[in-house]
């Protein structure tokens, strides 16, 4: 038996008692005549105890030969400490041990495992399982296990039925490139991994399933933009004989249940927002509604004057970021130079300042009176003290670096607060997107997501104007799951991939098999996907997604552990009947 107790677990009550422990030695301290070392696994840290009068010889000996890491198994006696610690839950005590085997000896490691370390993120990569013994990223572990424990009991109790789907599958589109895999067994074939279980899950529904769900990798060969993942985790659901009614509610109750379990936090409010509204008010299709500065649109109270700049543009519109008034030139300089960034890449800003007295001082102040900044202010909600931002020029452009404006800005106020959650849909989505460098419409969710009842003729004359049975799920300005009602008939996939660009040879070759199910009774169906990993660091207080995943990728898509991808050899690729080209 290597252990009887873990290294969290003993308490002044076990005081007498004979244990046995097993870890790793974080630290030894050697005063001489007595020796301490802090012994760690999962569960916590306890203090052994070595000293000349009471250990013997040999033990103390080794004992003082352990080196940092080192996996020991100790057995003694719990005695209560004479100078307790209160920062640790076995503080009260340490054990006095008489006898200790090194089970395994360990190079001393590149960096300490302990809460502040020395290590720099790449080399904390790079021994990633060291990293993990540390409490940031234990903890974080543990807490991923937690959520998708209550994920699976609330899905559970609503009678979702848990279905792994293949990996090795054709193409599934979710608008990244596919990761392919060649088949030995068809030479000059090529599986792909799933972008996401899509298809699958539909035929799911076609199979009579009634209520699938799966925490389910996916997989994207997209170029990493920040904190993202080429492989990542999804809580991918669906349902059938569902309305989009009928969706929202399930996940919200699945929201609701997992701030009450994970945070202690009941939720009441749940708000939902069109898209268009969503933009209207926030410039962005995801906002954080946990604060004001919402986006007011002053074309009318700002295109009648001489000033060019607005008069030309498509769109003006501004926020008031609250009591920055008393910016000074440089501290404005600055941030018209953030907004003039190329990540955000506004022209120019104009600004205003609601001083104290009700008047107003402009940087247009030539062609704008007392009166036209009035009216501004009125708009945008400023009250004296504030600061009115205005950007203007394309409507989505301008309206999207307000937005960063506005998020950079609560960011600054501290008003971003991690422990706050504010839920919302965005509902009614665009069914298309135009692309603008090839003029060409794709889906905006996927090619399976339904137009809004009743608008399936405006996509031959209006397209861009088609609404689909679309949402977003999005807490505190982070999308954290979309889904769609589905298209359940063949006809109407079919006029849908042709106004996706796709002739019905190639709509058949690659989706034929959806098609042709659809043809065997295909009931009403629907469904959603929530993005686990960030759904757990959101939950978990944090931005980045890689704390909370066991071994991430780095932002070039490289694991820098196992040193991967990597070559393969000559063989490997002749029996894939591969050749490389350089
Ligand atoms: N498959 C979709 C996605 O990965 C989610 C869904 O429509 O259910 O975004």
Redesign the pocket.
Known sequence: MYRSHTCGELRKSHSNTLVTLSGWVQKTRDKGFVVWVDLRDRYGITQLVFDEERTSPDVLEKARSLGREFVIQAKGTVIERASKNPNIPTGDIEVLVNELTILNASKTPPFTIENETDGGEDLRMKYRYLDIRRNQVKNNLIFRSKVTMEVRKYLSEQGFIEVETPYLIKSTP?GARDFVVPSRMNEGQFYALP????TF?QLLMVGGMDKYFQIVK?FRDEDLRADRQPEFT?I???MAFVEQEDILNTFEGLTKHLLAEINGIEIDAFPRMTFDEAMRRFGNDKPDIRFGMELGELNEVAQHKDFNVFNSAEFVGGIAIPDAAIYTRKEIDRLIDWVKRPQVGAKGMVYVKCNEDGTFKSSVDKFYNQDDLANWAEVVGAKAGDLICVLSGQIHETRAQLSALRMEMAERLGLRKPNEFAPLWITDFPLLELDQETGRYHAM??P??SPKPGQLDLLDTDPGKVKANAYDLVLNGNEIG???IRIHDKEVQATMFHHLGFTPEEAQAQFGFLMDAFQYGAPPHG???FGLDRLVAILGGQETIRDFIAFPKNNNGRDVMIDAPSPIDREQLDELGLKLQK
């Open positions: 979710e972008q996401s279980p899509q899950k996916c999804q991918d659901c669906e969710h996927h399976f997501t979309g889904g769609s469904g959603i996907a």
